[in-house]
């Protein structure tokens, strides 16, 4: 079985994070990027499925710059078979666009599966899984818990409000992960040897019109200083004129 | 926050080398360094499912090859492991660590096909470990003239006497004994190493009470009551088991350099993040003032001199080229200095340095197992001396 798995290169949410100089982005420096949490669970579901098959192929893909491949070699060292780089210099998509790039690649690789995570936590969309399965034609099933396959049938967990929903449906689909699915393995030693070795082709993204346009970006207002009042009655005038709370 | 000693590693080892360090320390951590305290408190042996994560890591087969299901690693992937999980946990690093260069270590180096086949895939899983009963309740450094004795009777041995101070011993399958097996041969040509399954008949295991350092490694006691084990049993050749155990001991020593050092690189940080936080006379950080500058500098200085050391004994390890001197030199030195700067840490932070929470105090009783464990200072600068005198 073909299986292709989406990540992207996000900045540590616990990263401090600057704008850039244009008002419309981020400012890379100084931030520590990593591989988008919830794509790991869909790298070790990959893995996981193919050990359980005994057999398989593991494509790793990644929309960006050169920096990418950082992450793309982690999930080689995972287990990943081989890497591509959708190489657009490492621009900001939004959503849409990206799955039309993606999309685009697809069409000249074999595939049945395309695992991805339920979003990326930098813009926190959540819309690439189902425009992808969407410009496909695919089945989709998004924010998956549990899945297993059945030689050609997938059926896969969803948490829903106050439940869980189960989907089964025929390959080929685009299925997102979420956080419980697995426990994603760190790579050992010799992943990450092996990973050396194995392909890692940059191809030129397909140019796309962006489908949305990032006017602007700014940081929350930062909060006013805490201020230490004289007496009860400052204080309850306080929350009653100015925080207008009681 | 960055630990200070990767900036001095990412210019002294390749790429990939420095992708598994940093695995390995994300791992120590996310998994170890949250637990470490209620681990301490609790008086526990590091838990079996701390263990079971490394052993998925790869951890206790790394220096073993690939077709015996190791990870194909060398003595630098080795010490990478001490200095990451090292700087949280001594004694936590010393398992995998222990389980590889005196457990499978020897194996390796001196097992016939037949024992390697038979153990190191298992070894290197972490599905069982090996410890080295080297040291003996009347014997230490005087090792290579164990009181401990092994008899051939027949077409097997019996192996009689007790061995302590035996690193995970809790969790051992086996243990390698270093026996006297021919008293009237030469020093050195008088012993003999032998692989004994812990649960053979004879064999009683006693975890060592009141060690108040290295709290989470096991250290067992070792008793052999007339234990008949086959002569297939024999590591290495007869009488050559001292052969054995200095050959072991050579690459387990830049190991315990890398727990040292592990120990200075975690008290550097710590000094240096509270000396900007600790504010005293009129409003200062105490880092502004010169004597704690001093400690840290000092620190930093050992830090990035002896890690550099350290990596070099590694490359001529890993190439073959290591004399015992020069192993015996980075461990004597990086434990000493790390034990003399994290007591003046200590000093510099002041009353904080004796609650268990702020690690230091962790760092400080560990560091004297470096100084002694795995040869001690004392007897190794006998070893140091050795090509300095003009005359024997």
Redesign the interface.
Known sequence: MEIIVCVKRVPATDSKVKIAADGRGLDPAGVEFLMNPYDEYAMEQAIQLREKAGAGTITVVSLGGADAQKEL?QCL?MGADKAVLLDDGGKPNDGCSTARIVAAWLKTVPHELVLCGRQAVDNDEGQFPSRLATLLGFACATEVVALTLDGKVFRAERDIEGGREVVACPLPAVISCNKGLNEP??????G??A??KKPLDTVAATAVEPALEFVSLMLPPEKPPGRIVGSVQELVAALRNEAKVI | MPRRIDHYLATLVPEEKLDFYAVVRDFADEEIAPRILKWEREHQLVPDDAIAKMGELGLFGLPIAEEYGGQGGDMTDLVLMGLAIGYHSQSVAITPGAAISLGAKPLQLCGTDAQKKAHLPDLAAGRRMFVFGLSEPGRGSDAANPQVTAVRKGDHWVISGEKCWSTNAHWASHVIVHALTAPDRPHGKRSTCFIVPMDEKGVFYQEMSGKRVWTMSSTGSIMFDEVKVPSDAILGEENDGFKVMVTTLNGGRLFVASLALASAAFALDKLRVYAEERIQFDDKPIGRFQRVQDVVIDLDILVERNVTWLMHCCRLYDEGRLDREQAAKVKVDSSRAASELVALAMEAAGGVACLDEFGLMRHHDDLFVTRVGEGSNFALKDLIVRPLRLRD
């Open positions: 070699r060292a393995r760190s790579p050992s030693l010799k990450i040897m990973a050396k």
